[in-house]
């Protein structure tokens, strides 16, 4: 069994079908799973792997 040390989150909206998710939360979560992972994506390579 290998050792996970990547940290871990849980977001949960309510109200997700509303006008302030679709314009706000959504984009912003995208976008930081986006930056995320070209971090990760980039110290990878770093480290010398894929």
Same mark, same amino acid.
């Given at each position: 069994m290998t050792? %996970? %040390?990547k940290p $871990?989150?849980?977001?949960m909206i309510f109200?997700? $079908?509303?006008d302030l998710a679709k314009r706000?939360?959504?984009? &912003?979560?995208y976008r930081l799973f986006q930056?995320?992972?070209s971090? &990760? =994506?980039? =110290? =990878?390579e770093w480290q010398g792997g894929h």
């Open positions: 050792e %996970n %040390n $871990t989150a849980l977001i109200g997700a $079908t509303g706000k939360l959504f984009p &912003s979560i930056k995320r992972k971090i &990760s =994506s980039r =110290s =990878s």
